[in-house]
Structures are given as structure tokens and as C-alpha cells.
């Protein structure tokens, strides 16, 4: 199983847009996202949001890729209902997995759903190729594609400022300052810039 803060297991695989590697995206965000099946309901509402928040992700340098076990002759079919009953165009590419060797090496088969399908999984990398997130849903749950955007947005203000963010986190909110390690940082941080409840608690608005 994949594990936060490990390098992303590599892949090379067949795609909607011809064949992707994890290589490929190396200097970018990834959302690497999986889904049961092709001409699903769940799936289809999900790829129509991840479709509609693309321009969202593009000014995140997030780039998109999502994955089933369907084949890529699926995909297409898929791609183009979408398309032509939804009015709406997928503009990324899809891993065709009838091998599931990508699933398996990012642990998206879970034999308590299916042995033969992937959940609902979704990986943050970031450009050096490091898993920074991982989310799992059901089945029968559609994933949230805002929550999504919200997490890359938080995973990459909390590296360029070295910060934290607190729950429900949204940009232009206020972040969390690292709690200091000694007792002469904590006795300066009450009397510094930012704005402190107690002496593990400060906020700063960047």
C-alpha cells in the first residue's frame, strides 16, 4: 500500500491521450484519481465536476488523471456520451487498467468492495513525485472535486510558507504558525507579530 510522504509507485500505462508515466508530470501537481467503472452514474457526475474544475486545477499546476479497469475503447465511448447527453468535454486523459497493476501498486482494489474493480481513491503527488494526500470513498458516494481544489490549495500554501492550516481551511483564511520547541521561543512567540491565543496556538494571515 502506498503511504503519505513516499515516493508514488512509478507507472507506465495506455491512456485516452496515448501512453502517460509518472514521469511525465515530474514539476507539477498530480491528482491521480480512480473510479469503478465506466457508465456509471456516481462516476459520471464526478468526471463532469473534475471536468467543469479543471481551469481551477491548471492555475494550481495540478494536472488530471483518472483510472478504471475499463478499456481505453471504453473510455472513449464513455468520454463521447458524456459529451453528447451532458454537453460537457472530459479534457484529461484516462488510464486503461485492465491489467490492474496500476490499482494494485496504489492499493485502489479493496476485496471488501471488490476484487475486480477499484474504489474511489484520489492521490495528491506533488512535483518530486511524492504522495502527499490519499482519500478513499465507497462506491456509493460521489467524491467532493471542491474538497479536492481545496486540498491542493492548502498542501501547497503550507510548503511556500512553511505554515499549517486549520480545519475547513479556505484561501485568504487565516494559517496556523508551527508551535515553537523551546521554552524561549514559546516566551517570545506570546510577545511576536502574530496573533496568539496561548503559547502553541498563533494564527498569521499571509
Not at 515530474?26 to 484519481?33: A, I
Not at 511524492?130 to 467524491?143: E, L, Q, S, V
Request: proline share 9%; aromatic share 10%.
Amino acid at each position: 500500500m502506498p503511504r503519505l510522504n513516499e515516493p508514488a509507485p512509478h507507472f507506465e500505462a495506455h491512456t485516452t491521450d496515448g501512453v502517460r508515466r509518472l514521469s511525465d508530470y515530474h514539476g507539477k501537481w498530480l491528482l491521480l484519481f480512480s473510479h469503478p467503472g465506466d457508465f456509471t452514474p456516481v462516476c459520471t457526475t464526478e468526471f463532469i465536476a473534475f471536468a467543469r474544475a479543471k481551469p481551477q486545477f491548471d492555475a494550481l499546476n495540478t494536472e488530471l488523471l483518472g483510472l478504471s479497469v475499463d478499456s481505453t475503447f471504453s473510455h472513449l465511448a464513455w468520454i463521447r456520451s458524456i459529451r453528447d447527453r451532458f454537453e460537457v468535454e472530459i479534457p484529461f486523459p484516462i488510464i486503461d487498467d485492465l491489467s490492474m497493476q496500476v490499482a494494485y501498486a496504489y492499493g485502489m482494489i479493496h476485496p471488501g468492495s471488490s476484487d475486480t474493480s477499484p474504489v474511489r481513491a484520489s492521490f495528491i503527488i506533488d512535483p518530486e513525485g511524492f504522495i502527499r494526500a490519499m482519500i478513499y470513498y465507497p462506491n456509493t458516494c460521489g467524491r467532493s472535486v471542491t474538497e479536492l481544489v481545496r486540498l491542493v490549495k492548502a498542501l501547497q500554501t503550507a510548503d511556500t510558507h512553511r505554515v499549517a492550516t486549520p480545519e475547513g481551511w479556505e484561501e485568504g483564511d487565516p494559517v496556523l504558525v508551527p508551535p515553537p520547541t523551546t521554552v524561549e521561543q514559546a516566551e517570545a512567540r506570546m510577545n511576536g507579530p502574530d496573533d496568539c491565543t496561548d503559547w502553541y496556538f498563533c494564527t498569521r494571515t499571509l
